[in-house]
Every structure is written in C-alpha cells, then in structure tokens.
C-alpha cells in the first residue's frame, strides 16, 4: 500500500483558515488533494487533522478523514516529523501500514502530479529512507552577506570573494512541497530529513512557501501567470 498523508491544522495565526482558505476558487488543500489523486499511485489520501471542519472540506474533495489529530500535535510548535509519525503509527495499529508515504503540505498549490511520480520512483531507485522536492537558490549563496554590529556589510563566506559565481558549488533548498519514506526505515530514524535522504529537484517558478498574507498574493500572481500560459 502506498499513501499520502497531509497535515492540515486549524489555528493558523498569520493567515487564518489558512487550510481552507479559497485560493484561486478552490480551498487550498484542494490542489494538494487533487493533484495526489492525478498522480495516480495513492492506495490512500488521508488528510491529519484537528479540525472537523477541515475534515469535511478535504472529505469533499475525495480524500479520507478516518481520526482526529490530539491537540498535542496541533499547536504552534508542533512540527512536521511528529504529525506524519502519528498519522503513520495510526495506520499501522488500524488497518496496515504502507509502503511508501508521502507528506505533503496542505498549501502547496503548485504541486506536479508527475513530480509525486518521480520522488516515488526516486526513493525506490536509491533504496533511501527519504525523498523530498528541493530547487536552487536564485544566486550562489556564498556569496551571503550580512549586517555587522556596526551595520557594515561583511561577507558570511569571505574566502570566496573572488571565485567566480560559476565555479561556486549549486546550493539547493528544501521546497516545502511534499516527503516521500520508505515506512519502515522511517519509523526507525524518524526524521524527514533522513540521513540518506535524496532529493526530488523542481524549478524555481513552482516554488512559493506561503506563511504571510504577502506569501498568499504572491502565490495566487503565480498561480494567474502560469494558467495563462497554459492557454
């Protein structure tokens, strides 16, 4: 069995009803609910939550609501690792434990159906505990600068102040869409980012982490830009 878990917390403080929120006409859990099921690999699309409401919400949309978060796990500090773990143990004490799962985020708009294939297919070809969607950074990142206690740029990295930006190595960060675990190694390590995690690269302009009312804007400008060019 292979199935997609997404976390969806009620309590947003930035963006309330973040969850739910319409996005685009749609409530935004809704595009990672669909594209999990255009992807076409998910025995089960569950949806974590504390919320009944929300709960109804992502049952519209076709995906499955069998518990309630505790409210331990549905607070501000709680993270990502400890809410996928429960919804995994709960699995395995009620009906079976998969495979192969997949977290993915609730806000994630952007998400390719053809890019959940691929992190599967790459977590199984390196055999690793962990797979998840990176992209690069716009510039080199050793090339950061900051503010000093005087207010003085400084260089974080100055031993590269004059390596050309070609020959920097490529950074990459976490693109905060979607983890895929081998379960039974993960349950083990308990961590996303896993010691032989793998990465899933995807472009630049499907990335847009969304924690503020300006992440949310810019999002759904994205979001305008990239239907029109699928005209």
Known sequence: ????????????????????KLFAGRPIIAYSIQAAMRAGIFDRIIVSTDSPDIAAVAESFGAQAPFLRPPELADDFTGTDAVFLH?????????????QACCIYA???????LHLRRGLDLLRKHTATSAFTVTTFPSTIFRALRRDERGRLTMVWPEYHETRSQDLPEAYHDAGQFYWVDTVKYLAEGRLFSSDAVPVPIPRHLVQDIDTPEDWERAEIMHRCLAALDR
């Open 1 to 20: 069995m292979i199935a997609a878990i997404i976390p969806a917390r009620s309590g947003s403080k930035r963006i309330p009803g973040k969850n739910t």
């Open 87 to 99: 919804a995994l143990k709960w699995l395995r004490a009620n009906d079976a434990l998969p495979e």
């Open 107 to 113: 806000t994630a708009p952007f998400i390719d159906p």
